[in-house]
């Protein structure tokens, strides 16, 4: 006989606890039977369906209908009983006996095919520029990418007032106001401070190349993004002159971009570098002409020339700062060069929009597999 509600006349605390146990034993028994998909779900519309469920059929016979003085101690009893009845259909499960038999094993079916991973494009271009430097004995360096203002800042000429110090421009951990200026955190917004910090660790000379991620408090759009990666190279001996500098990122160049690319350099400014210059390849796209067919080329924008990095002379003043590890700046010179992975990516693969590098869209991604 499948389980019925029954009427109660006792509505002792002995008599409802009878009739609640009878009851969980209906339900653990009938829970054991479901075997199939089409049970479960009669199983749970049997004991859980709102109209006419069996947990709706107790709250009407045994709470509803009971006299007044036995209503609280019933509402106890009730809503326990509830608690465990929801369990335990919650916890059923279609056991998949009879359906074991229609089971069997092919061992002759292909495995399950997994997708190789491919490197993402950011890390293709960095891990190349990376190699290219390699070639050349620089080793790789690295460094945190929450920083002290010391490193990321002072240490590398920036005057206390620089515009890039705000808060604008740079993100800092918050709720360090009481923490003097320079030993404030933030997130690194070049990789500069990794030049200071293996200065400090290693005499000269330095051969070093740092890739890493670096952070602007910029919102995104196609061209920005709040984090980006950059490369950053130095090079530090007795008399190194601007004549390395140039041989070196001429070479480089065509190693990454194709001989046939020019270099050509412009005078800027950086603060830790003294004289600074910008470094300008003719288009790898449009191969210096500005047009591509008919069409003018965007990347360069017409001029047949794009800017890849920054660079310059080591400022004596950051020697200043590691002068007692052997940096004494009328002994050493150096040079150092920076440019940015993203936008390099971006060109080399005609992307147009940087924040599809960090949505993780595998449609996109699959691309370059
Ligand atoms: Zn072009």
Redesign the pocket.
């Known amino acids: 006989m499948p389980y019925t509600v029954p009427k109660l006349t006792d509505y002792s605390a002995p008599a409802l606890e009878k009739a609640a146990n009878e009851c969980i034993s209906a339900c653990t028994a009938e829970s054991a039977q479901v075997r199939t998909d089409a049970d479960l779900k009669s199983f749970r519309d049997r004991w859980m369906a709102r109209k006419q469920g069996i947990l709706t059929q107790i709250n009407d016979r045994w709470l509803k209908d009971a006299p007044k003085e036995a209503k609280r101690e019933a509402g106890i009893q009730v809503n326990a009983l509830k608690a465990r009845i929801t369990e335990l259909v919650e916890a059923a499960h279609a056991s998949g006996a009879p359906a074991l038999d229609n089971e069997c094993l092919d061992i002759s079916l292909p495995g399950v095919r997994r997708p190789i991973g491919a490197e993402h494009p950011v890390v293709k271009t960095s891990n190349e520029i990376v190699s290219v430097f390699g070639k050349l004995g620089y080793s790789v360096a690295e460094g945190p990418v929450v920083e002290t203002d010391y490193y990321n800042f002072e240490a590398l000429n920036f005057p206390p007032d620089h515009p890039a110090r705000d808060t604008q421009d740079t993100l800092f951990i918050a709720g360090q106001q009481s923490t003097p200026a320079r030993d404030r955190l933030l997130l690194r917004t070049h990789t500069s401070p990794v030049q200071i910090r293996t200065m400090e660790k290693m005499r000269p000379p330095v051969r070093i190349v740092i890739p890493g991620k670096v952070h602007r408090n910029d919102p995104p759009d196609a061209s920005h993004s709040p984090m980006f990666h950059q490369i950053e190279g130095l090079a530090v001996d007795t008399s190194i002159t601007f004549g390395d500098l140039k041989g070196t990122l001429d070479h480089a160049m065509k190693a990454l971009f194709g001989s046939s690319v020019r270099t050509h350099f412009r005078p800027s400014f950086f603060p830790f570098t003294e004289p600074s210059a910008e470094l300008y390849v003719t ?1 790898f ?2 191969g210096g002409k ?1 047009k591509r067919g008919y069409d003018p ?1 965007r ?2 924008k017409q001029s ?1 020339w794009i800017e890849v990095l920054g660079c310059g002379m080591v400022d004596p003043n950051v020697f200043e700062f590691v002068k007692d590890n052997g940096y004494d700046p009328k002994k050493v010179s150096g040079f150092a060069f920076g440019m940015g992975v993203d936008r390099l990516a971006l060109l080399k693969y005609g992307v147009d929009d940087i924040q599809l590098f960090f949505q993780g869209d595998v449609r996109f991604f699959e691309q370059f597999g």
């Open positions: 288009c796209i449009c500005g080329c990347p360069c047949g």
